[in-house]
């Protein structure tokens, strides 16, 4: 029992509207929309019903205020998110290549985002929590590694649950953040990849050996993300099931993996067997991707139901 709890980055997305164009020359823009990986993934936890809760920081702005807005009233418990009034909430501008490639402006090291620290009221909400949800990413922000360090033994210690979304260059990751990052790993009770972290986090080019490997080091299940193909869910006991992806205009693919595996996770928690847990991930992973902004394209599960009855998937 307890909330599912996220911690990281939560900042404003801005969009460049046309595709295939740098932000070298004067354009049309759209946002701020709220966004940062641990904020969409919190949120999707939040609108499937799920008790939730997120540790953070944002500035005392108006990019922070959109934030905090959404998350309450989603249903997201704010108490451990500080809100600075040195630095201003972190943001990220974000074009589109023709080919569907992504290049980011990321401001996040030098904004609120990256003073997150392990407040009371984050050690309050990690001593109560049921399940904890780690990004990869958040590896590279120190204050970070230590609230996950935290965050991990105390929900441990009640018995609770964690995932980890292996979503990091091992490139940015020196030796002591690669010690915690295989931890992460050995105790994910749910892990999340997609193809090239799979074979990442195991250090083998092999899927099948990948998810043998994994599995042997105490993973619990591996729910593998293929973007529009869909995914597979892989169980300890040798399990696979393969689940196609829905036929859908992609318009925006950023929050789909964090809508996706919230969406799975969530299911599970709330006991559904892994098979019908995958489709509903399935369904808001390419929900998501039909609308513009992060995390303009979560859903609950009575728009989930609709968008299942009028959606094809491929074959
Ligand atoms: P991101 O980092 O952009 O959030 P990701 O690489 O972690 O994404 P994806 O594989 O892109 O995750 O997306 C997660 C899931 O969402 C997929 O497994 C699939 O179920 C669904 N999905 C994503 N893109 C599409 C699409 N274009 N069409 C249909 N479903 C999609």
Do not use: W
Request: glycine share 14%; hydrophobic share 45%.
């Amino acid at each position: 029992a307890g909330p599912t709890i996220a911690a990281g980055e939560i900042l404003v997305e801005i969009m460049a509207t046309d595709r295939g164009m740098g932000f070298l020359e004067p354009q049309a823009l759209i946002g701020p929309y709220p966004s940062g990986a641990p904020a969409i993934f919190i949120d999707q936890v939040a609108r499937l019903g799920g008790g939730a809760g997120i540790i953070g920081c944002v500035g005392r702005d108006d990019f922070g205020t959109i934030n905090l807005e959404r998350l309450r009233r989603d249903g997201v418990d704010v108490s451990a998110v500080a809100v600075s009034d040195r630095y201003p909430t972190g943001s990220a501008f974000v074009r589109y290549r023709p080919d569907g490639g992504r290049d980011f402006v990321y401001n996040i090291a030098e904004s609120a985002a990256g003073r997150i620290s392990l407040t009371e009221e984050a050690r309050r909400l990690a001593d109560g929590a049921g399940h904890l949800h780690v990004m990869g990413s958040a590896l590279s922000i120190s204050g970070l590694k230590e609230i996950i360090a935290y965050a991990a033994r105390a929900v441990r210690a009640r018995g609770g649950s964690t995932s980890f979304d292996p979503n990091v260059r091992k490139e940015l990751i020196d030796g002591a953040d690669g010690a915690q990052f295989s931890r992460l790993v050995d105790d994910a009770d749910l892990l999340l990849p997609s193809g090239d972290e799979l074979l990442a986090a195991a250090g083998v080019d092999d899927e099948g050996q990948a998810v043998k490997a994994l599995i042997a080091r105490g993973v619990g299940e591996i729910v593998l993300k293929r973007g529009a193909a869909g995914s597979t869910r892989f169980g300890a006991d040798g399990s696979r099931i393969d689940c196609a992806g829905f036929l859908v205009e992609e318009v925006d693919p950023t929050g789909a993996g964090d809508c996706f595996g919230a969406t799975y996770l969530t299911c599970r928690r709330k006991g559904m067997e892994p098979a019908k847990a995958l489709f509903y991930a399935n369904a808001a992973g390419a929900r998501n991707v039909t609308r513009r902004g992060p995390m303009e394209g979560i859903a609950g599960f009575d728009v989930l139901d609709a968008f299942i009855a009028g959606t094809a998937r491929a074959a």
